[in-house]
């Protein structure tokens, strides 16, 4: 006999309706992320372009090949100034377009006599000391070439006389970047040689300078770590938060729960651990910065840390689902001379995992993206957290839109994870930690 299915009248109605309004707000709301996303890998002249382009262009690899046939010859410095000239000078002249590496070759009489190399993050990164403006002389690049080979920001082979055999090129490419880089080198009377060709090509390779080129940034601040060292920190201030919020305030919660029973002196701390909600974040500033100096612990990660010790909204939560646990259990680990801390380890943790996830989430969450008590707290840069790092970040001149964008995604990183994985105990934990009606 075959089985039929009871349903309400509407119920196909209303579960469609119920799935249409979900997916129609998941999109929109994936759409701002989407879209950080592509505009990491993309210029600054594809993330203002109109209409929007969603799919990043392939960045582009300039190859410029110069002649120094007929020309006096020169010394090997002056082989690699005019190296660079020709590679920051253009480049800094058309620093929106989406270029990835630029490769010049000298060649003189059909043999190569050097090499220089520059790829984009180095450019990004060196960009405001070498060539602040366009302003382009001949004593610029004199001044910047000893800083280029201090930083490292360009390499430069000499092969002089033992340079192999260069065939001829096709010359300049067939692109308006090619153009504009053979019409800088036409007109400038700084470049020594004179162009055999200009070749452009993709380069896959270098897609992901933007998340390269924020990390040479953050290197003048932060040290040889660069842009990591402030990841590590918002690590470790976020983690040390998390364990001590879940060691206080479980503890806190479970007295709460089982071990206070005067009704009028449990209501008391619910109060007052309540009240603590209700205080304005910005108005503990003052208090907390001038706690901090007297400490002597400003300009360290433990002035980040404290502050985040015990909340009363997470001892709240704690409270309500330890309520949750048979009170016979407890008593029968006790009458077995089980301490209330070991009952805790050992009973009331195990059974809790749930709202141990939740408040780690809870707690998670804002401590990572927190930046006001972290920028007043901290003025070196060695000990910024990741969100105090990208504030600085957007106040430099050489940072584009999408090293932001590369270094807004790296921070987002770790809150996915968190909610892939915890997904299901979070809402366990917030099922079970409401108040009972």
Known sequence: MKRTRMAEKGQRSLSFTAYAVTILFTVFSLIPVLWMVSSAFKSDKDID?????????????????????GLEPMEQADYEKDAMEATWFPWMKNIRENIGEVRITGIRDGKKIFQAYTESSSFRAGQPSIVPSTLFTDRLMDRKLPMIREKKLSTFTWYGDGGSDVSDGKGVAESALSSRFADFYGSSEIIQGKIATIEEKQAWTRMFDSFIAVNKIAMNAAGPLGFMKYFINSAIVTLSSVAIQLFLGGLAGYT????????????????FFLATIMIPDISLLLPLYLL?????????????ILPHSAWGIIIFLFKGFFEQISKELLQAARVDGATEFRTF????????????????????IPVWNEFVWPLVVNNLPQYWTFTVA????????????????????????????????????????VAFSGVKG
């Open 390 to 429: 990208l504030n600085d970040l957007q106040n430099q001149s050489n940072v584009q839109q999408n090293m932001i964008m590369a270094s807004s995604f790296i921070s987002m990183i770790p809150l996915l994870v968190i909610f892939v994985f915890a997904q299901k105990y979070i809402e366990k934990g």
């Open 292 to 304: 901090m100096k007297d400490l002597h612990l400003v300009n360290s990660l433990w002035a980040i």
């Open 345 to 364: 380890l050992q009973i009331v943790v195990p059974l809790s995992v749930p709202i141990f996830a939740a408040v780690s989430v809870l707690t998670f």
């Open 256 to 271: 709460l729960a089982h071990l206070i029973a005067n009704k009028k002196w449990q209501f008391f701390w619910i109060m």
């Open 49 to 69: 372009a109109y209409p929007p382009k969603w799919i990043p262009q392939i960045p582009q690899s300039i190859r410029v090949t110069l002649d120094y046939s």
